[in-house]
């Protein structure tokens, strides 16, 4: 398998190769992720409320999303340091901590999800009609937790090792079972919304057994769980793992907390059919931001490893790389968003009434999309960094302390209704964006000034 070396060659040049293969595979995890919201707004007669009802999903997928990030985005940035450091042991434990706390975690959730799957779904504002679709497929889901958390969490430290093309495969086998699965179990064997259900976690697990595969038997360093007499001393290499991923981890928990409380306000000012509206919402900007996830985190091992290797231009290089490549893409999609959103929303709903009350909102939600790249850049370089502290408090700002409050402002004391949901997006990300970025402006380049001097 072809690997990258981050000691050589150009940045611009380093971050192509590996953000390359991780924007192919994030584009086919996304198809993962959207295939199956294609299909089943697509079904006879119950599309439109199955759809929503799968939307409702969401805040519980993302969850176990998270927990699968904390682990992967929190141990891979530290894993390139060390090996960055020439400490491949080090980095090898770091490995099999990761892998350990996944697997472990795993387990734990999906028993959790399914003991209380209803009380959950109620919470996340499931009427009785909509439960009827959504429990048995969020059930169904979660007996494959353990294989989505393998494939998503062990997947950034293929990467990191300089194996993005193997690291795309390994999403690659996922998508293409699971695009080929679907209209199978939903139209041929007749069983809707389930069949569904059935593909993905058949489709996870075949991305899982790839994934550890590879890393057990092809990659440089290899993983196994950790032996009970390492607990002791690995403690604090989990406790830096989850403190550094706790960023991601509270993007992506907030990421559901926020589709928790718009879900519950859209219910009470717009009723069932703006469930569906934001989940199509959702669905589109899942769609868009993904080629920025990819850009990001393929820039992330080139920090990660130059930092790790005291070299502060190549540092600077591949964030201004980074930088200026979200920025261009951001501004193609933002253009596209506002000036033909028609044919975004086609993708996941034929429903010509559903259409007409998603494209304002979709307009009204993406109307400083733009600002959205200064937290992503920001973030990256604050997690790339292992900068734990501005990573969380940048986290929670935008989603918890600007996001969540205008959810209720802005519909209910401003009595601006479903728009106030969606007008809160865009005041977080304007807020948000900003204090983050010029935050990472002025503490990290300083700090890469020192070490070059």
């Known amino acids: 398998m072809k690997r990258i070396n981050f000691e050589t ?74 090996r960055g450091m020439g400490d491949d042991n080090k980095a090898n434990t770091i490995l099999n901590t990761s892998f350990t706390m996944v697997c472990a975690s795993a387990i734990f959730l999906m ?19 909509a439960l009827t679709y959504a429990r048995p497929y969020i059930v169904i889901y979660l007996l494959g937790t353990l294989p989505a958390m393998v494939s998503t969490g062990m997947n950034p430290f293929i990467n990191a090792q300089g194996y993005s ?45 790839f994934v550890f595969y590879f890393l057990r038997k092809k990659a440089e360093i290899k993983v196994r769980l950790l032996h009970k007499n390492e607990f002791s001393s690995c403690l604090s290499i989990a406790k830096n793992i989850i403190t550094l991923g706790t960023a991601g981890f509270i993007m992506q928990l907030t990421n559901s907390l926020v589709s928790i409380c718009c879900n519950n306000v859209l219910y009470v000012t ?40 005291r070299r502060p231009e190549r540092v600077k290089k591949a964030g201004i790389v980074m930088a200026v490549m979200a920025l261009i893409y951001t501004g193609i999609m933002w253009s596209i968003i506002i000036l033909a959103p028609k044919y975004l929303i086609m993708i996941f709903s034929s429903d010509a009434t559903l259409i007409k009350d998603v494209v304002p909102a979709l307009k009204l939600y993406f109307a400083a999309f733009i600002f959205m790249d200064l937290q992503y850049i920001g973030q990256t370089v604050f997690k790339s960094l292992n900068k734990r502290k501005q990573a969380i408090f940048f986290s929670l700002l935008r989603k918890v302390f600007i996001v969540v409050p205008l959810t209720y402002i802005l519909p209910y004391a401003l009595h601006m209704g479903t728009d106030g949901v969606f007008m809160a997006e865009p005041v977080s990300n304007v807020i948000g964006g900003s204090m983050c970025f010029i935050t990472m402006l002025f503490t990290v380049l300083p700090e890469l000034n020192r070490m070059k001097e």
């Not at 199956?36 to 119950?46: A, M, N, S």
């Not at 209380?116 to 919470?123: D, I, N, T």
């Not at 931001?289 to 920090?303: C, F, N, Q």
């Open 111 to 129: 028993l959790i999800g399914i003991v209380f799957s209803k009380p959950l779904l109620v919470l996340f504002g499931a009427s009785p009609n």
């Open 165 to 209: 093309t193997t690291g795309m495969f390994s999403v690659t086998i996922g998508a293409v079972a699971n695009i080929i699965l679907d209209p199978l179990f939903i139209f041929v064997f007749g069983l809707g919304v389930n069949g569904a259900a059935i593909a993905t976690v058949i489709s996870q697990i075949l991305s899982a057994v």
């Open 9 to 82: 060659g150009t940045v611009t040049g380093n971050i192509l190769n590996a953000a390359l293969p991780m924007l192919v595979a994030q584009i086919l995890s996304l198809l993962y992720n959207i295939v199956d919201r294609i299909y089943i707004g697509r079904i006879p007669e119950i599309g439109t409320a199955a759809l929503g009802a799968v939307g409702l999903c969401f805040p519980l997928i993302m969850i176990i999303t998270a927990c699968s990030n904390l682990f992967g985005s929190g141990g891979a940035p530290i894993f390139s340091i060390n």
């Open 270 to 309: 717009g009723g069932d059919v703006y469930i569906s509206v934001m989940t199509i919402i959702s669905s589109v900007r899942q769609m868009v931001e993904t080629p920025i996830y990819a850009i990001t985190e393929g820039s992330s091992p080139i920090i990660s490893y130059n930092y790790g290797a």
